[in-house]
């Protein structure tokens, strides 16, 4: 088995190169328990690997099965007796950690304020799942703490639960229910939707997607269970999908799950939806900085991503396997904002992209057992029309329940997990080129070496990014009519990498820096049916930039990563009569994530510890900070960090490990709400959970400087650079970006 370093094992399951889906007929899998008429993507990679000391993931790799059916017994005989030889091998989720009294919620009433997420409302459980929490002691309470928290100032005027369902052998089995609206008596402004997760045994964490009439509405991880009974609790708000929920529709459940021997849990699912009617309107979901205050607020939805074969089949598409190649349709003359929501991760090779090699050092530690996912630490997700650059967005580093070591996240998940949240694409300034026919949107996501002019050989990306994308419109039925032009476009982008890889020393030093900058102005004249007309010159501009450094040394058993990313997206709109400002709105998100691994040699004197453990130690700090402004008046800041620290053994007897994790969260908004939660989780125990809100009005100062230690010498010593090689090295990163790299290199 290969050693790795922020990377898992490839699903063997996921690995076959197969044209058609197989019908496995052992006493595990019967022809009806594969779906054989679903048709999916499968990855480019022919190798079978076992690469990490992280879990396995079947769930993100998302290479599905293909269609084709084994030709003969013998071949499924062969294959069975190879999969289950190599699944002994590597060693599966941690089950041994000393058991301690679990976090519980603080009571079961039925309460919905900001500080219920700890809180399970068995008011919405499904019988049969409340049932199961009554049956048993205690289960492992598992919480999230969300990035965009909202308060809940009434109870719901209705509710009703949608699915509940136990995800077993499920893999390309998604679960297709109808989904009714409430009754036409009721009345509401607002949608949550809960999810609820009860899971007995050992598994790996999956993803969970839910779908409705072709739209992926909620993504999410699911708690990775240590061994033991464990339960989850999570709720999201869908108002900006309101229109959808206003009549019949197709919702479909996804979770693909595999159960064996030795992964026996399975997944008991609960979905349920809450509807409001609020008087007050809540804090804003600050990705789109509208203000939507009644359903007809919120806009029509156009899936950009449907599975052809129809409703019953997820509507997603995997990157790159699959090109992101859509038209768009003609949209009405009375639209007034145009939008895509692009939900898309990484996964198997690309679910911890920012710790990826160049492709010609991804090979430089194999010796030492170490390996490394190639195509580099940079990711960007670059959006087209017709060809033209229109915007850029850097994804969010994002780390699921099974990431790195899962005893960080064994109470208390990494924000965001549990919700992946759509990336919010603002196409209203080619509204124009869509009223007299159709354009091209194509979304890629490219590894920013490939997009500097000076690169002859494309590397591209891994598989696989889980990508789906609906269009959502906004229109005002009181225009008649309207006319205008796309006026300007302009994009630049500017690609550094710096990359040591001295021979016979054991070290490597990797940078990567990507500035992506995409401004349009178009002019826009809406006529209203009563013969007013109104008129705005528009000007959208896009900055996305990000600095990935990442150091190697002892032949890869010690590992450093330091991952920072800036982006903001500013619209304003002007009278180009009276050039009066109408709008200025403009969203920042910075977000920094600093790893460091270190593998630990087994004790040759210590007869209890096997030779072939795995065991290592590592140290995790993720900051997303987020904003929307309003005429520089900020509506909403958002500071969410995590640190924590872990130590963990990959055994074949079972894996063990302890670990700590502490979150910060803070939000401010415009009516002088603020909101604080601190929370610590020492292995499974959560040792506290403090929530502070008030009202009084509070302003956010936030600094990124980091203290200066050592100096350039050290840079020049310990990196072995001449002095071409440091000023090629300083013109790359700011002043406070070669103080991180000095902090990492004293660390190590």
């Given at each position: 088995?290969?050693?790795?370093?922020?990377?898992?094992?490839?699903?063997?399951?996921?690995?076959?190169?197969?044209?058609?889906?197989?019908?496995?007929?052992?006493?595990?899998?019967?022809?009806?328990?594969?779906?054989?008429?679903?048709?999916?993507?499968?990855?480019?990679?022919?190798?079978?690997?076992?690469?990490?000391?992280?879990?396995?993931?079947?769930?993100?790799?998302?290479?599905?099965?293909?269609?084709?059916?084994?030709?003969?017994?013998?071949?499924?005989?062969?294959?069975?007796?190879?999969?289950?030889?190599?699944?002994?091998?590597?060693?599966?989720?941690?089950?041994?950690?000393?058991?301690?009294?679990?976090?519980?919620?603080?009571?079961?009433?039925?309460?919905?304020?900001?500080?219920?997420?700890?809180?399970?409302?068995?008011?919405?459980?499904?019988?049969?799942?409340?049932?199961?929490?009554?049956?048993?002691?205690?289960?492992?309470?598992?919480?999230?703490?969300?990035?965009?928290?909202?308060?809940?100032?009434?109870?719901?005027?209705?509710?009703?639960q949608l699915l509940n369902h136990s995800f077993g052998l499920s893999w390309n089995k998604p679960i297709l229910v109808k989904y009714s609206p409430p009754p036409s008596n009721i009345t509401y402004n607002r949608v949550i939707f809960?999810?609820?997760?009860?899971?007995?045994?050992?598994?790996?964490?999956?993803?969970?997607?839910?779908?409705?009439?072709?739209?992926?509405?909620?993504?999410?991880?699911?708690?990775?269970?240590?061994?033991?009974?464990?339960?989850?609790?999570?709720?999201?708000?869908?108002?900006?999908?309101?229109?959808?929920?206003?009549?019949?529709?197709?919702?479909?459940?996804?979770?693909?799950?595999?159960?064996?021997?030795?992964?026996?849990?399975?997944?008991?699912?609960?979905?349920?939806?809450?509807?409001?009617?609020?008087?007050?309107?809540?804090?804003?979901?600050?990705?789109?900085?509208?203000?939507?205050?009644?359903?007809?607020?919120?806009?029509?939805?156009?899936?950009?991503?449907?599975?052809?074969?129809?409703?019953?089949?997820?509507?997603?598409?995997?990157?790159?396997?699959?090109?992101?190649?859509?038209?768009?349709?003609?949209?009405?003359?009375?639209?007034?904002?145009?939008?895509?929501?692009?939900?898309?991760?990484?996964?198997?090779?690309?679910?911890?992209?920012?710790?990826?090699?160049?492709?010609?050092?991804?090979?430089?530690?194999?010796?030492?057992?170490?390996?490394?996912?190639?195509?580099?630490?940079?990711?960007?997700?670059?959006?087209?029309?017709?060809?033209?650059?229109?915007?850029?967005?850097?994804?969010?580093?994002?780390?699921?329940?099974?990431?790195?070591?899962?005893?960080?996240?064994?109470?208390?998940?990494?924000?965001?997990?549990?919700?992946?949240?759509?990336?919010?694409?603002?196409?209203?300034?080619?509204?124009?080129?869509?009223?007299?026919?159709?354009?091209?949107?194509?979304?890629?996501?490219?590894?920013?070496?490939?997009?500097?002019?000076?690169?002859?050989?494309?590397?591209?990306?891994?598989?696989?990014?889980?990508?789906?994308?609906?269009?959502?419109?906004?229109?005002?039925?009181?225009?008649?009519?309207?006319?205008?032009?796309?006026?300007?476009?302009?994009?630049?982008?500017?690609?550094?990498?710096?990359?040591?890889?001295?021979?016979?020393?054991?070290?490597?030093?990797?940078?990567?820096?990507?500035?992506?900058?995409?401004?349009?102005?178009?002019?826009?004249?809406?006529?209203?049916?009563?013969?007013?007309?109104?008129?705005?010159?528009?000007?959208?501009?896009?900055?996305?930039?990000?600095?990935?450094?990442?150091?190697?040394?002892?032949?890869?058993?010690?590992?450093?990563?330091?991952?920072?990313?800036?982006?903001?997206?500013?619209?304003?709109?002007?009278?180009?009569?009276?050039?009066?400002?109408?709008?200025?709105?403009?969203?920042?998100?910075?977000?920094?994530?600093?790893?460091?691994?270190?593998?630990?040699?087994?004790?040759?004197?210590?007869?209890?510890?096997?030779?072939?453990?795995?065991?290592?130690?590592?140290?995790?700090?993720?900051?997303?900070?987020?904003?929307?402004?309003?005429?520089?008046?900020?509506?909403?800041?958002?500071?969410?960090?995590?640190?924590?620290?872990?130590?963990?053994?990959?055994?074949?007897?079972?894996?063990?490990?302890?670990?700590?994790?502490?979150?910060?969260?803070?939000?401010?908004?415009?009516?002088?709400?603020?909101?604080?939660?601190?929370?610590?989780?020492?292995?499974?125990?959560?040792?506290?959970?403090?929530?502070?809100?008030?009202?009084?009005?509070?302003?956010?100062?936030?600094?990124?400087?980091?203290?200066?230690?050592?100096?350039?010498?050290?840079?020049?010593?310990?990196?072995?650079?001449?002095?071409?090689?440091?000023?090629?090295?300083?013109?790359?990163?700011?002043?406070?970006?070669?103080?991180?790299?000095?902090?990492?290199?004293?660390?190590?």
């Amino acid at each position: 088995m290969k050693e790795g370093a922020l990377h898992r094992e490839w699903s063997l399951w996921n690995q076959l190169k197969l044209n058609k889906l197989n019908k496995l007929s052992n006493s595990n899998v019967t022809d009806d328990d594969v779906n054989d008429t679903i048709p999916v993507i499968s990855d480019t990679t022919n190798d079978i690997k076992y690469d990490s000391p992280y879990s396995y993931d079947e769930k993100k790799s998302s290479s599905l099965i293909k269609n084709n059916t084994f030709k003969t017994i013998r071949g499924l005989t062969v294959f069975l007796i190879l999969f289950w030889t190599i699944r002994n091998l590597i060693s599966y989720p941690f089950k041994d950690l000393q058991q301690t009294t679990p976090y519980h919620a603080k009571d079961n009433k039925l309460t919905f304020s900001m500080k219920n997420y700890q809180s399970i409302p068995m008011n919405f459980h499904l019988q049969s799942q409340s049932q199961s929490l009554k049956n048993v002691s205690s289960p492992h309470e598992v919480i999230d703490i969300p990035f965009s928290p909202y308060t809940n100032n009434s109870l719901p005027v209705y509710s009703h639960q949608l699915l509940n369902h136990s995800f077993g052998l499920s893999w390309n089995k998604p679960i297709l229910v109808k989904y009714s609206p409430p009754p036409s008596n009721i009345t509401y402004n607002r949608v949550i939707f809960t999810l609820d997760t009860l899971i007995d045994g050992v598994q790996y964490d999956r993803l969970i997607h839910i779908y409705l009439n072709n739209n992926e509405i909620w993504r999410s991880s699911t708690i990775e269970p240590s061994g033991k009974l464990s339960h989850s609790y999570t709720e999201k708000d869908m108002t900006m999908y309101s229109k959808l929920f206003q009549s019949e529709g197709d919702l479909l459940i996804q979770l693909d799950n595999i159960i064996t021997p030795k992964l026996t849990g399975k997944f008991n699912i609960t979905i349920s939806a809450l509807y409001f009617n609020e008087i007050e309107h809540p804090i804003k979901n600050i990705s789109g900085g509208r203000k939507n205050r009644t359903l007809a607020d919120h806009p029509d939805l156009i899936p950009l991503t449907p599975n052809k074969y129809g409703v019953q089949y997820p509507p997603i598409s995997y990157y790159p396997d699959t090109k992101l190649s859509i038209s768009l349709p003609e949209i009405n003359l009375n639209t007034t904002q145009l939008m895509v929501l692009l939900t898309t991760s990484g996964n198997a090779a690309e679910e911890f992209w920012y710790s990826n090699l160049m492709d010609q050092y991804k090979d430089s530690f194999l010796a030492n057992n170490r390996h490394f996912y190639g195509h580099g630490s940079c990711r960007i997700i670059n959006v087209f029309i017709n060809g033209i650059r229109v915007h850029s967005t850097i994804p969010k580093p994002y780390i699921f329940t099974g990431g790195i070591a899962p005893t960080l996240w064994n109470s208390i998940v990494s924000t965001g997990s549990f919700n992946i949240m759509p990336y919010h694409i603002d196409l209203t300034s080619i509204i124009p080129l869509l009223w007299d026919s159709s354009a091209e949107l194509e979304i890629e996501i490219s590894n920013c070496l490939d997009d500097d002019d000076k690169t002859i050989v494309k590397s591209s990306i891994g598989s696989n990014w889980i990508t789906s994308a609906s269009l959502a419109i906004w229109e005002d039925e009181n225009i008649d009519n309207s006319f205008g032009d796309l006026n300007i476009f302009d994009n630049s982008t500017e690609i550094k990498s710096f990359a040591i890889n001295p021979p016979f020393t054991g070290f490597l030093t990797q940078i990567i820096k990507a500035d992506y900058s995409n401004i349009l102005q178009s002019n826009i004249t809406h006529v209203y049916k009563n013969g007013s007309e109104i008129s705005n010159l528009r000007n959208y501009e896009n900055h996305s930039n990000e600095t990935s450094v990442i150091i190697i040394n002892k032949f890869g058993d010690n590992q450093s990563l330091i991952f920072a990313s800036k982006s903001n997206t500013t619209i304003n709109e002007i009278d180009p009569f009276s050039e009066d400002i109408l709008k200025d709105f403009t969203m920042l998100t910075n977000s920094a994530l600093a790893t460091s691994l270190k593998f630990t040699p087994p004790d040759d004197e210590d007869t209890m510890v096997d030779p072939d453990d795995i065991s290592f130690s590592t140290n995790v700090s993720l900051k997303i900070e987020s904003g929307a402004y309003e005429h520089f008046i900020p509506l909403v800041e958002i500071k969410s960090k995590e640190n924590g620290t872990a130590d963990f053994t990959i055994s074949k007897n079972g894996n063990y490990g302890t670990g700590s994790m502490l979150h910060n969260y803070t939000l401010s908004d415009i009516s002088g709400l603020k909101y604080n939660r601190i929370a610590l989780a020492e292995n499974d125990t959560i040792v506290y959970d403090n929530i502070t809100e008030s009202d009084s009005k509070a302003t956010i100062k936030t600094s990124n400087h980091l203290p200066c230690h050592g100096n350039n010498y050290l840079l020049i010593n310990e990196l072995g650079l001449s002095n071409e090689e440091f000023a090629e090295l300083e013109s790359i990163l700011s002043e406070d970006e070669l103080n991180y790299l000095i902090k990492a290199l004293i660390e190590n």
